[in-house]
């Protein structure tokens, strides 16, 4: 059976780098996260309507990885991790946002400058590794 595919404009503003929860690959999702001039956008695809978190100044988002919650049963159950540059080349930060409503859960400061549009992608750890980790601590 075909599936249907239909295009339509999710917001006014430019957006970049889209994101999604990526434990919906092939299938239907809701929600898309999306990196603007003013921050991060989270688009809800049924509703048809967005919300941002703003970043403040001449600081500039870059992609909005999502990383699932372990016991989340909800689509948007996880966090947002974006790497922050700013203009001035002064020292970036890691911005971890909760991803059902875009509040701040974290901001690491970084002890360099982090280059606009750096990309990045989440991969949790295999129960292998999570072993091997356990091993070595014992």
Not at 18 to 47: F, M
Not at 69 to 97: F, I
């Amino acid at each position: 059976m075909a599936g249907r595919v239909l295009e339509s404009q999710l917001d006014d503003r430019e957006a970049e780098f889209p994101t999604r929860n990526e434990t919906l690959t092939g299938r239907p999702n809701r929600y898309l996260y999306t990196v603007n001039g003013d921050g991060i956008a989270k688009h809800d695809l049924v509703r048809q309507t967005g919300d941002v978190h703003k970043t403040p100044g001449s600081r500039y988002s870059g992609e909005a990885v999502f990383v699932p919650a372990s016991d989340g049963t909800d689509e948007d159950a996880g966090w947002l991790m974006s790497l922050v540059s700013d203009d001035d080349g002064a020292a970036g930060e890691l911005l971890v946002l909760d991803a059902s409503d875009l509040s701040v859960q974290a901001v690491v400061e970084l002890p360099y400058a982090v280059p606009s549009g750096f990309h990045g992608s989440w991969l949790p750890r295999t129960e292998a590794e999570t072993d091997s980790v356990s091993a070595q601590q014992a």
